[in-house]
Nanobody, 119 residues
Framework: QVQLVESGGGLVQTGGSLRLSCVAS????????MGWFRQAPGKEREFVAR????????YYADFVQGRFTISRDNAKNMVYLQMNSLKPEDTAVYLC????????????WGQGTQVTVSS
């Protein structure tokens, strides 16, 4: 069982930056691939970025366009999402997710942290 808690959201102006953090419980964190998703009001949840167990492989949604960076620190049970050049359309609840098998998706989800980008 893995519990995930996100933090770091807030209100920022267009062009600003935020760094989201997600802390995971349990001693097997390094076995999980991790992802960030987001959900805006009235919209479906969408994939943002993912990182493999070692941190050596990352993948991003097309809309990221080099603005976001996902990273992890297995010694601290942490995964991060550095977001730069934020746009109003990035406004959403951002959720952290953990999965033991990349082929079946993510089994564990956090509650999310709100990111609001003002124009």
């Amino acid at each position: 069982q893995v519990q995930l808690v996100e933090s770091g959201g807030g209100l920022v102006q267009t062009g600003g930056s935020l760094r989201l953090s997600c802390v995971a419980s349990g001693r097997t964190f390094s076995r999980y691939h991790m992802g960030w998703f987001r959900q805006a009001p009235g919209k479906e949840r969408e994939f943002v970025a993912r990182i493999n167990w070692s941190g050596g492989s990352t993948y991003y949604a097309d809309f990221v366009q080099g603005r976001f960076t996902i990273s992890r620190d297995n010694a601290k049970n942490m995964v991060y999402l550095q977001m730069n050049s934020l746009k109003p359309e990035d406004t959403a609840v951002y959720l952290c997710a953990a999965g033991s098998n990349p082929t079946i998706g993510y089994e564990y989800w956090g509650q999310g942290t709100q990111v609001t980008v003002s124009s």
